[in-house]
DNA sequence: TGGTGCGGTTGACCTGGTGGAACTCCAGGA
DNA sequence: TCCTGGAGTTCCACCAGGTCAACCGCACCA
């Protein structure tokens, strides 16, 4: 069952945005779509919500795999009444809540450029259409949601900890946005090593944000510490060390 | 005539607002506003282009002021026709771009607690809306975009600040949003610092992360540089010194 | 054979939003 | 003084997205 409608799924989804690109968004009403799908309007409504649905079909998909994946990784939050109890979390070594992230986002860019003719047709549809680019921020913004919540549930609740989450989500989704648009301009290109790198620098300030000014300010979950010393330019090699010598007190 | 036009403004936008809250928005009828703004129909779809947008109708101007005010810190992009000519800008040293940023986000934020009823009466209005609530989104991604933009025109154009760049803009619109939020559910606190030792804290990982990996990798603006070491945790203040000796060369 | 439930269909209905035509008011110009 | 043009308003008709409730066909099951 679920295979057919699938594929009557798909077939309104390519005949939807096939007519959106073909006579414009606005001159397409819901009819002629539900007319080139062969369904009644009023199940087109059922199927998606709404017209603007159809074109972001998949992504809901998508991002509850995304939600999903994240939940895997923290077995212990399954049972929401026990993790009550301890309020310092037990911190598992072999997960890094900010690479787990990096993880997802990866996923997300996997799956737009797996689908690659589908995603430049949308891509392609959102150029034109402002209404939809807006309504495509939306769903963005969940995956931002998100990423936010897990960090905020697995990383230690301190303020400044809580402030490095929502940033590093955040920077991880635009990152992630700026990339992806970089591949639909020009889809010959192999942006993968890009987003990497870009994520490896990002994770790379959001531990040492996470330090914060005061020195003991929550340690980074790797069982290390973090010493950041800014000195003139002109300072020698030996100044500087003796400047964090001080600095460590 | 402006006074007159703006005093009826408000009157609908408050008539909107309040007719929103008690009633309920989906049954609120546009009608209604009107007729509770003492004017027709069609002459509220002439101020507001549309329903929701009664309910912004202030952000639009916000944004506005925003752009003008980052716009103001760079005179020499008043001419775009000259500026292409200096592929490498010159470095205007009293200005940060990253600091002008926070600027704007923290002039956005005072407007906020400055129309303080305003906004808690379309906070609590944004609570029970979710089509609202995405919409508020968009606005704010506009103010995201205003900042990249601002960034990616004032600093260097190399791939790795341009990601910084990005990221920087992409958290102080998610932080600044959050700390907001923090105020509307308690209007009591004031969370100006909290506000500011934020961005503080985004600033310092941003100058950190532009430096990447390479410790020559473009110095920041302010002549300095930055040295960071990572250590082990049950190091001696002398082994940390010296390992930052050690990376010095 | 006769329920029972479910997805699809149908048609009526509501409302946001647009566009056009008429009207008023006001400024300026011959 | 009268004309004219433009801006703002109102009314009206219309389109199209979205909802609702009733109904239909069909498979499954006792």
Known sequence: ???????????????????????????????????AARVSRATFFRRFRSKEDVVFADHELLLEEV??????????ARQSEESMSDA?????PDVDPYLEVCRAARM??????????????????????SQLRDRELVTTHRYERAFTHYLRDTLSPDRS??????????????????????????????LRPDLEEAFADLRRAAILGS??????????????????????????ADEVARAVRDALG
């Open 161 to 190: 900890t809580s402030t490095a989450s929502i940033a590093f989500a955040a920077s991880v989704v635009a990152v992630h946005n700026a990339i992806l648009r970089r591949w639909l301009r020009n889809p010959g290109l192999d």
């Open 108 to 129: 997300v860019f996997d799956h737009h450029v797996g689908q690659r003719e589908t995603s430049l047709a949308r891509y392609a549809l959102l150029q034109q259409v």
């Open 211 to 236: 330090g914060g000014t005061a020195p003991a300010g929550g340690h980074p979950p790797s069982g290390r510490r973090v010493v950041v010393a800014v000195v003139d330019a002109a300072a020698g």
């Open 67 to 76: 939600v999903v994946m994240l939940a895997a990784t923290r077995p212990e």
């Open 1 to 35: 069952m679920t295979a057919v409608r699938t594929h009557t799924h798909a077939q309104a989804v390519d005949a939807a945005i096939d007519l959106f690109t073909r006579q414009g968004y606005e001159r397409t009403t819901v009819e002629e779509i539900a007319d």
């Open 88 to 92: 310092g979390r037990a911190w598992d």
